[in-house]
């Protein structure tokens, strides 16, 4: 019987991880790889496979055969984040795949080390990645993500989940992926939380939906303008429950700076079962939308090469 990966033996990989969130990255540099679903679900399985939450295909954006690539490129993408979820579905952009993409291209000479910043092509646009100074004291190489624009919708949306007494609103945040945030009371009912079973939203999004469930915490007062602190659990759709998302990240901040008011924080610490991360909100003139940054650190523990 022929091996699941016959298509993709011997192409070099790195393991890596931001926050617990964790990815097999395929260098692919000229183009020449063509990933199927169930190879992408095989390989990304935690018993037949590598082990990740999603699969990263590095390639060089004029060769990726992506549409709108070639049009990134030219604006100084020269790397396409090809990015997919452990079921082997496409998604259009992962924020902390995002920083252990920057971190592998920075750490195998495909960016040059003294680079000030990486312009990252994505299928939600260009990101831009600067190293930065790691705020929790580990020896973890930091980085921040101009993440782009956000936007959301009021209209409520009814979300059911197991372990939860009743069904919760949510509020739809779109960071690059859609997002549901939900908003609890006490960390009893986080921890309570059973994300073993997919979330059921009403209405059901056409395109799906993460769903993040955050508790928020006091505000701190030691940095400028104050920092908002959450917690946060996340069901990634195509995944499971995780131990981090960047994006979903960013959509719980915004959410709880809505929710908080125009005169809240917009520096907001969001503690996830893998670590901690940083974000940075900005609300435009027009109502419901702005901008945000993501920072946190990217990890690679492994290489090699498919058997």
């Not at 018993?47 to 490129?73: K, M, Y």
């Not at 006490?186 to 939203?201: G, K, M, N, Q, T």
Request: proline share 5%; aromatic share 6%; glycine share 12%.
């Amino acid at each position: 019987m022929d091996s699941p990966f016959a298509d993709i033996a011997g192409t070099p990989f790195y393991k890596g991880h931001g926050t617990e969130n964790d990815f097999v990255l395929l260098a692919d540099d000229d183009g020449r790889l063509s990933l199927r679903p169930d190879t992408i679900a095989v390989l990304a399985d935690r018993r037949t496979g590598l082990g990740g939450d999603g699969v990263i295909r590095i390639v060089r954006s004029q060769v990726s055969g992506i549409p709108g690539a070639d049009e990134q490129a030219r604006d100084g993408a020269e790397w396409f984040m090809d990015y997919y979820n452990h079921d082997g579905s496409v998604s259009e952009m992962c924020g902390n795949g995002v920083r252990v993409f920057a971190h592998t291209l920075l750490e195998t000479g495909r960016v040059s080390a003294d680079a000030t910043e990486i312009r990252i092509a994505t299928r939600d646009g260009i990101k831009t990645v600067r190293r930065v100074d790691n705020p929790a004291g580990t020896a973890d190489s930091w980085y921040r993500i101009d993440m782009g624009s956000w936007s959301l919708d009021d209209e409520p949306v009814l979300v059911t989940t197991s372990g939860i007494d009743v069904a919760r609103p949510g509020l739809s945040v779109e960071t690059g992926n859609p997002h549901t945030v939900v908003a609890l009371a006490e960390f009893s009912e986080l921890d309570a939380a059973d994300l073993r079973d997919a979330p059921v939203l009403e209405p059901v999004p056409a395109n799906g939906s993460n769903v993040e469930y955050i508790v928020m915490e006091p505000a701190r007062s030691d940095i400028s303008g104050g920092e908002g602190a959450l917690r946060m659990r996340v069901f990634e759709r195509g995944v499971g429950e995780t131990r981090s998302c960047g994006t979903g990240a960013c959509a719980a901040a915004i959410a709880a700076h809505h929710w908080a008011g125009a005169d809240s924080p917009v520096q907001w610490r969001v503690d996830v079962p893998g670590g901690q991360l940083r974000i940075g909100v900005t609300v435009a003139e027009a109502e419901n939308r702005g901008t945000v940054t993501l920072a946190g650190p990217a990890v690679i523990v492994a290489t090699g090469a498919i058997g």
